[in-house]
């Protein structure tokens, strides 16, 4: 008979090896939820999921059905005085293309160099999969966890996490928490641990130009009939300057910029610019607002970018073709305090008002998120950073996320809680790309870093 160990850190040393095993498991369900066709795929990660949570002592694990898959929801209730944390993460994954690239198949995980090559094995899986064996660990040794700890994974991450804001807004009364938990990003750099303190808003927009109602023949029309192609290219090409500032009137009025010692940290940071770019940009220049650093213009100041121009004729030989009409999408990354409602509709105003005459202008609003910032004097961010101390041996990098995450700042306004955002991953880690890895290193030293917080959490309450 195997004698369990009564300590976490023995139970995790001992559990190592079927960590990893069902960590391969889940990794091998090829739950991409943009591809109809992996419907079922879905069902059964969720159903896998949810056994894990079982498995590790949750109670009252369930799924929830959905418009879209399904969240997983599990929780253990029973530390009266101590805080709630909520546990987020997600189970759904993007497509694996190009198949070619990758060295092993995407859906059959391989560990190679204490790494597992997996789709899906840092974003999401892997990440989440510490939360729940850190909740494991302390279940299965002190028969009890030192905080109330609830989980809500859902499906629908990579494709805009419908169902769980809906959800969220509608429930939050029985998801209150203290806290919120998350691990969907990366350290700094590797050896350098990191904890994500705000993100990013962001307003995605479509504008569209209409000359006439029917494409027209450019020899019998040309030089007298409108051109949208180059009414747009025009109307976008007076949104920004050639240093990047954007030149919408008021858009820079509620930037809020970081304080004296979180700039000072971030120049300790390893970072060198010339590196990055060669190395992560792959380009012959940056671009941007040369008052600023790269970090700065990357975490703290609103962007504007130009991401399509469909339309009109783009294919084989020619067409001599006047289109009817031309459109453009674009985004705007926002920074705290800036109100995406408040954004779009200056944008609008300022391209309807240079939109000439002759075009009937049309102005989409796609989607939006919120910016968010959390203090780094958060008494469960200072939990994180004493856990990353205990662990790692040195104390985090408290940095921005340049990208939106949605749900970070939803439920920080629904459910009035701070969201702890401890990242496991490497820039390298290739997550969206061909060759997503872990670090079998951040994997265990993640559970031990999950569990040092939910002790310490419990112990700053």
Known sequence: MEIMPTSSAAYLKQQRPLFLQELIEFLRIPSISTLPEHRPDMQHAAEWTAESLKAAGLEKVHLIPTS???????????????????????????????????????????????????????????????????????????????????????????????????????????????????????????????????????????????????????????????????????????LKDEQGHILIPGIYDAVRPPDDDELASWRRLPFNENEWREQNVKALALTGEPEFSVLERIWTRPTLEIHGLPGGFTGPGAKTVIPARASAKLSMRLVPDQSPARIARQ????????????????????????????????????????????IFGRLPAFVRCGGSIPIVPLFASHLNAPVVMIGLGLPDDGLHGPNEKFSLMNFYRGIEVIIEFLRTAAARA
Not at 112 to 129: C, L, M, P, S, V
Not at 361 to 387: C, I, Y
């Open 68 to 238: 879209g898959n399904p969240l997983v929801y599990g929780e253990w209730m029973h530390a009266p005085g101590s805080p709630t944390i909520l546990s987020y993460g997600h189970y759904d994954v993007q497509p694996a293309d190009p198949l070619a690239a990758w060295i092993s198949p995407p859906f059959e995980p391989e560990v190679r160099d204490e790494k597992i090559y997996a789709r899906g094995a840092t974003d999401n899986k892997g990440q989440i999969f510490t939360h729940i064996k850190a909740a494991e660990c302390l279940l299965r040794t002190q028969g009890q966890l030192p905080v109330n700890l609830r989980f809500l994974i859902e499906g629908e991450e990579e494709v805009g996490s419908t169902a769980i804001i809906q959800y969220l807004a509608e429930h939050a009364g029985e998801l209150r928490s203290d806290a919120v938990l998350v691990s969907d990003s990366s350290m700094f750099a590797p050896g350098v641990p990191t904890m994500d303190i705000g993100v990013r808003g962001l307003i995605y927009m479509e504008i569209e130009l209409e000359g006439s109602e029917n494409d027209l023949h450019s020899g019998l029309f040309g030089g007298a009939a409108p051109n949208p192609f180059e009414a747009l290219v025009r109307l976008l090409s007076k």
């Open 347 to 390: 944008v609008e105003t300022y391209m309807r008002a240079l939109a000439p005459p002759q075009y009937k202008f049309t102005f989409r609003l796609l989607s939006t998120a919120e910016p968010v910032v959390f203090p780094p004097s958060d008494r469960f961010n200072r939990a994180g950073a004493a856990a990353i101390d205990k």
